[in-house]
């Protein structure tokens, strides 16, 4: 049997992987007669030697690939130095490993696994038709919300369809933060239905407190802690256009709050009008006491351009960030 798992969701992926284990038998033998290869380094010699090998103890041997699929992925135009046979003996790799899935033996369970692959990949191509193919894209919007709705069901909690649309905003596609978020959700609602209130104590304030060491990093100058910031927000599942978001708020209550300090405003005051709770209020009033109103115009003129050029295409989000952080640095200035 031959399965390819191709997708950048990789929690969604490796259940799927996880359920391919199970169909194969006994558990407990499994990692006797489990093998995995890089796929960039893979021989088709190799991989004959150990597909062909008779499970021990057991009705079948799973073996799995990854990154072969990438190994063949269309490439651009070829340099004129390369050698003029490397599409030849590239051609003839990529139609060797797709014959081979004819021959394997019923005890073997082939997977082969990758990411964002493209349509035209010419060893997807062959493989797709005798394969069992998975894709599992990023989930974005409507069907992100509805993977939500689904996960919560399966916590034996329930979530308002307000709740859902802010853990979605405040999360993003990654599925592995998204489902520790859950649990820790329905955990605290203890049996309750999960309102947005419990979003905004639970979720986004480890979140919140990266935002403001990212603004203070941007507005000091100080690119590389700014970017270290970035990624760690990135990789715990925050989306881009959400820490855009979050970064041109903040700039504006600095700004808001800069100028309510200068009538003498109560902090009292300040605080109702901004909206603030204490903790962000504090951190939001030594950030309009530390940095001047020029530099704070300064970033939000480049939030606004880089929030147009994530909107329009011209960049993507992740990439879009990155250069605002460079744009905003020492070195650019």
Known sequence: MLYILLGEDDFSLTKSLEEIKRGTGDQALLAANTTVFD???????????????????????????????????????????????????????????????????????????????????PLLKLLSARAEVRSFPILKEAKLRQWIQREVAEQDASMSPQAVDLLAKLVGGNLWVMANEISKLALFASGRRIEEEDIKAIVSSAQEANVFAMVDAILDFKAGVAEQLLEQLLNRGASSAYLLAMLSRQVRLIVRAKELRRRRRPEAEIQSKLGLAPFPLRKTLEQAQRYPLERLKEVYHKLLQTDLSIKTGKFEGGLALNLLIAELSPQAR
């Not at 340099?79 to 003839?92: C, D, L, N, T, W």
Request: glycine residues 6%; positive net charge.
């Open 39 to 121: 796929g960039q380094q893979l021989t088709l010699d190799r991989l004959r030697a150990v597909c062909e090998t008779v499970p021990f103890l057991a009705e079948k041997r799973l073996v799995i690939i990854q990154g072969l699929l990438g190994r063949f992925e269309p490439r651009g135009k070829p340099r004129r130095q390369k050698k003029i046979a490397a599409p030849a003996e590239r051609e003839s790799e990529y139609k060797s490993f797709a014959a081979y899935p004819s021959n394997i033996p019923d005890s073997t369970v082939l997977v082969l696994i990758d990411g964002r692959i493209k349509s035209n990949n």
